[in-house]
């Protein structure tokens, strides 16, 4: 072969380009990168959702906890006998429901879900429109001003 032909065989810069193994060095490229990636990706979808359905959970869990340590009831309809105040119920009025609404949406993140989205909407609107304000309500009868500087402190969710 002339050296003006290996020339115009050449790729720009004098590299000469073997098809094939271009394509596979691409096909390896590219599978490294999906891994890497696209599958990476389902991972830490799968683990956020993870996360935030474990945080959820033991953050009702806890929340509950604290009113059985207190012998008060749990029962949205119940007469409440204590009035707890400490951590989560700094930070929120309504950890045990924040915490299963947290689960919910954790686990329509761990499974790539749109329609389990409704779920946790859902649960947070009923609970918010039909649920909280008759607890609330309750608490404001029975725990008179110490709940309504509570309630004008902490947030009713966030």
């Known amino acids: 072969m002339s050296e003006t032909s290996e020339t115009l065989n050449a790729a720009p810069g004098g590299y000469r380009i073997h098809p094939p193994l271009l ?3 691409l096909l390896i490229g590219t599978l490294i990168l999906h891994s890497l990636f696209e599958r990476g990706d389902t991972q830490a979808h799968g683990v956020l959702g993870l996360l935030l359905a474990a945080g959820g ?4 869990f806890f929340a509950a906890a604290l009113f059985q340590a207190r012998n008060t009831t749990k029962n949205p309809y119940g007469e409440p006998s204590q009035f707890v105040v400490e951590m989560p119920y700094t930070f929120t ?3 045990m429901y924040l915490g299963l609404t947290v689960a919910l949406l954790g686990l329509a993140i761990f499974f790539g879900s ?3 989205l409704l779920a946790p909407i859902g649960f947070f609107l009923v609970l918010d429109r039909m649920v909280i304000p008759n607890e609330e309500n309750a608490l404001a009868r029975i725990f008179g001003q110490q709940y309504l500087d509570y309630k004008a402190r902490v947030r009713r969710w966030l």
Do not use: D, K, T, Y
Request: zero cysteines.
């Open 93 to 95: 009025r309504n950890p």
């Open 57 to 60: 959970i033991g953050l009702s």
């Open 114 to 116: 749109i329609v389990m």
């Open 23 to 25: 394509a596979a060095g």
